[in-house]
């Protein structure tokens, strides 16, 4: 297989593990501040009432009978043999830690397992629960993924985020501090200019996350952002513009960030716009090729930022 400009997650995993790593998609129950009227009733302008989950099975079985069909449905698809506990839908550490720790490891008892992931908001962390997702990374590949969609507050404010950088910042640091993968998502054409996603690339580079996770904004049935579609109050990129943008992102971010999505993963009878989004496939095609044409990768616009003065002195410390 053909290496890619970029540090694609899936190739990164199976190196890592010697085998190719399938995420197995959870869904716990969980809710979101943003939904439940602690922060609002709406939620975000683009969350469906799946809370972005690609629901692959009934949530009325337990998690271990989740992960265990999961693990079956794989395994005849795919061959698959390691996989991840992922938590995807809603807020996966919105609940008190004690019901998060039997939780969390419910979902790795499979014996094939051999990370966990989850996905949540930084205004829904603390430091007991990182304390607690932290004890699993001695034995599992772990990871906290954060919805941050943009670094610029007034486009936080227009999709109803219900929290501000300052609180993703706050969040991403104190996570960093316990020793725990990150993986920050994104969502281009969110009311932006070029340049203000070009803003986001820059800034979040300089974090040098573990991992980022680049979404097209599009437009789901029951959302208020097909709502404002319909209204002629937001037009979408085409395909060749959501490629070019992506490329240009991609090259801002360090080569060793790794890329764990670039495009969806199957046309959603949900789905109201674009209708392109679908094709997978084509869409990772055709970045390849842009990346070939211009003799380009991931990072060749990186500058690491100078250490500030505590760092530089702490490498003079033996």
């Not at 989740?66 to 996966?92: C, D, H, I």
Request: charged share 30%.
């Amino acid at each position: 297989m053909e290496e890619k400009r970029y540090n694609q997650y899936s190739s990164f995993l199976k190196q890592k593990f010697g085998a190719k790593v399938y995420k197995i998609t959870i869904d716990a129950g969980f809710s979101c501040p943003n939904r439940d009227g602690t922060i609002s009733n709406c939620g975000c302008i683009f969350c469906d009432d799946g809370g972005s989950f690609s629901q692959a099975h009934s949530n009325q079985l337990s998690i271990e009978e989740q992960v265990r069909v999961g693990a079956e449905t794989l395994k005849k698809r795919f061959k698959a043999e390691k996989f991840m506990s992922y938590f995807q839908a809603f807020s996966n550490t919105y609940k008190p830690v004690d019901e998060l720790e039997k939780i969390y490891k419910a979902s790795l008892t499979h014996p094939d397992i051999v990370g966990l992931s989850i996905g949540t908001r930084p205004d829904c962390i603390d430091d007991t629960k990182l304390k607690l997702i932290s004890s699993f990374t001695p034995d599992y590949y772990t990871w906290i993924e954060y919805g941050l969609q943009s670094v610029h507050d007034k486009t936080l404010k227009k999709i109803n985020r219900g929290h501000d950088y300052a609180c993703f910042l706050k969040a991403y640091e104190k996570t960093k501090s316990y020793g725990i993968n990150i993986c920050l998502h994104v969502i281009l054409n969110l009311f932006e200019t070029y340049d203000e996603m070009m803003d986001t690339a820059k800034t979040i580079a300089q974090l040098e996350p573990e991992g980022v996770k680049i979404h097209m904004l599009c437009a789901l049935e029951g959302t208020k952002l097909a709502e404002m579609y319909r209204a002629g109050e937001i037009d979408f990129m085409t395909e060749d513009e959501y490629v070019k943008t992506v490329c240009d992102f991609l090259e801002y971010l360090p080569p060793e960030t790794t890329i764990h999505r670039l495009a969806g993963n199957g046309l959603r009878t949900e789905l109201v716009a674009p209708r392109w989004i679908g094709k997978k496939l084509d869409c990772l095609n055709k970045i390849d090729r842009e990346f070939e044409r211009r003799n380009s990768y991931q990072g060749i616009k990186f500058t690491p930022s100078p250490p500030s003065p505590q760092e530089r002195e702490r490498s003079f410390v033996k």
